[in-house]
């Protein structure tokens, strides 16, 4: 896995916008400009992608831990110049304050078992004799994992009518959102200028509106045509 890849499914998963991540980043206190954060989370083939270097993903995990843990009192920590999986999974396991057993239950459900020394091995030092490198295939589900027990769904978005007047500059007149849903009228997170006690009338309301003070026409006289027995049979 690429540290790009790292970067795009984290984002995917917590459903972080740009100003998020850069947020993210300023909390490891480093400045991002967003340019350089959509070209980080661009995919290969794109003439504008750049490769994230491994000193700025260890500065966007450091961050993730202050988002999630709070930032400690002292100095921030410095990122690694040189990032593995290990310290990858490492500092995942701290922002999102995992367990052992919160990490194997995460790889099994992506059916990959995992005994718990074979994970503890990957939390040692380096030069412990019982290190273990975490490979690919690892990490790839456990990020996975993660995605199945962590992910963000996207709020949905207000659809404005169709037959809406087109805008000038990107701008509405009224500036307020046309409400796709009756629902959303009613919701938390509707506008102040939209009352929260209106209800939209039903587009299959089946009963039509009387005025109560409209003058009752009297209706005309009907007609009915009398037909004698030799009108229909003849003489």
């Keep these: 896995m690429t540290n790009n890849d790292i970067l795009r499914r984290l984002r995917y998963t917590f459903n972080f916008n740009d100003q998020k991540m850069i947020n993210i980043f300023a909390l490891a206190e480093s400045t991002v400009t967003r340019e350089e954060v959509s070209n980080w989370l661009k995919k290969e083939e794109d003439p504008a992608h750049v490769n994230c270097s491994d000193v700025m993903l260890a500065t966007f995990l450091n961050g993730l831990i202050n988002e999630k843990r709070g930032k400690k009192d002292g100095p921030q920590p410095q990122p690694e110049k040189r990032i593995t999986n290990n310290i990858i999974l490492t500092k995942l396991k701290i922002a999102l304050n995992l367990k052992a057993e919160d990490i194997l239950e995460i790889v099994k459900a992506e059916e990959f078992n995992f005994s718990k020394s074979e994970l503890g091995a990957f939390f040692r030092k380096s030069d412990h004799k019982h ?45 307020t959102k046309s409400w796709s849903k009756k629902a959303d009228r009613t919701s938390d997170n509707a506008p102040e200028n939209i009352d929260k006690n209106y209800n939209a009338a039903s587009p299959n309301a089946s009963k039509l509106y009387v005025n109560p003070k409209a003058t009752k026409k009297p209706e005309p006289e009907r007609k009915v045509l009398k037909l004698k027995p030799k009108d229909i049979w003849g003489e």
């Excluded at 290190?131 to 207000?158: M, T």
């Design 131 to 175: 290190y273990k490198v975490c490979k690919d295939q690892f990490l790839r589900n456990f990020i996975r994992g993660l995605d199945n027990k962590y992910h963000v769904s996207r709020p949905e978005k207000y659809t404005k009518k169709q037959d809406a007047p087109a805008k000038e500059n990107n701008r509405s007149d009224s500036g």
